[in-house]
């Protein structure tokens, strides 16, 4: 024991530690570099960057480390690079760890949910926005933990450049053992050594996702404000509302749109001009027909809802609108302006792409939601507006506030998206949706990813966008009863056709196509509508 303490504490071993963390550090540090040049290139939609990057990728993780050791210090010098024993080691590690710490990135990448990168695009956020602030926020949360085993196994296996001569502890426990001949003590304390070294990191990495872990309070995350994505500053909190109150949990109930004067209405959204203007518009995936020459006039502040049967590319639909997808051919035209092309006729690229729809004044509502996951109710409203529109964090976090007492959600301002129900994931979507002004809402089956006693007060928000602000808005919907009382128009689809439009209460209640009709009979049932074939 005497003898295992001695060499525990001998400065010949402990300078040995000083090495090996130098390699380690240096060899993290390039492949960090490394790792994040490949995952770019895989991640391109460039094929010969991602083949080169590939390639690069099977190379270096299928070769022993010890042959780029020996490779790195014997052979580099053949042509004319010479590099220390201590350079050549980091080189090596750096290039064998690249690939690893490539993968790592990523999967962190690809594991955040597609939704939201849309969300960001719909929002107007360029490219770097979106990484910045959207995806590697939550791709680091779920790198930290292979981050910390691909430093302990990087730890471990600095001890390999001991066979191009680097004096770290691995080499100087073999030397001190071969004059000794103490083999057990010598081991024992070097294998001491390396489980504290191996120890500091794992610490390391427990305080770190501490750090991240959002479910902890604010308080107990002290260096989670340092991070570029961190939320700006609070506003203070609303004071909690109850149920039936106007910021409270139910919405409370409004005049009916279905009440209102249609034929005044209609007259005067015939004096509107276009608000959206869809003609020719034609797309494809692979050989199937989505869109097959659609054409449609929206007039400014018209309601129209979208019918059909799933796959009738009504969503494809919205999502063109919005640029989201690309088409074939066709055109489509927001305020009399043509979305995503230059006046010569060639698209924009994607910051360009992303300033347009910043400034072009298209919300839209998805399915799922797609809220930030990292972000609470009241930052996935205010963040888009500061990171997007410029404006000042004091005035979003006012502006996401009211937004969200308008959508009876004042009271959850801080919550994360997981621990609302999906009626108020939904309900704050919508506000997200609102914060910048839109002039056209696009809102792609708002209720279908909900329980059927959530939907009425997604629907009962929906109607009171309707009738208190006059916005123009888009709905693809199977909730009959919800459009017979809030569109002004039912354009119903089919094979990516308009099959029939018109009024929405000619249409619901007396179709002329038989492909209408039998539509509306099958849904019927739950809409309560009487359908005259």
Known sequence: MDLFLHYLSLPYLLRGIGFTIAVTVLGLGGGLLVGLVLATMQLSRIGPLAAIARGYTVIFRGTPLILQLVFAYDALPHIGLKLSAMGAAALALAANEGPFIAEILRAGVLGVDRGQTLAGQALGMTPAVLMRRVIAPQAIRTMVPAFGNESVSALKNSSLASVIAVDELTLRSTQLASSTFDFFSIFFASGLMYLLLTGAVAMIQLIAERALDLDRPPSSRPFARLLPWSRGGRAASPSPATPGSPGGDGPSALPAHAKA????????????????????????????????????????????????????????????????????????????????????????????????????????????????????????????LRWVHGVPAEEADRRALALLERVGLSHRADALPRHLSGGQQQRVAIARSLAPNPRVLLLDEPTSALDPELVGEVLEVVRRLAVEDGLTMIISTHQLRFAHEVADRVVFMSGGCVIEEGHAHEVLTRPKHPLTARFLRVMAADSELAVTP
Request: charged letters at 25%.
């Open 261 to 384: 004067d249609r034929a005044n209405r209609a007259a005067q959204l015939a004096r509107n001009g276009a608000a959206v203007q869809i003609s020719g518009l034609k797309k494809r995936y692979g050989e199937q027909v989505v869109l097959d020459g659609f054409d449609l006039t929206i007039r400014s502040g018209e309601v129209i809802a979208l019918l059909g049967p799933s796959g009738s590319g009504k969503s494809t639909l919205l999502r063109c609108i919005n640029h989201l997808e690309q088409w074939d051919a066709g055109e489509i035209r927001v305020g009399g302006r043509r979305l995503g092309f230059r006046d010569d006729g060639r698209p924009l690229g994607a910051r360009e792409l992303a300033n347009e729809r910043a400034g072009a004044g298209v919300g839209m509502v998805f399915q799922h939601f797609n809220l930030f996951s990292h972000l609470s109710a009241r930052e996935n409203i205010a963040g888009p």
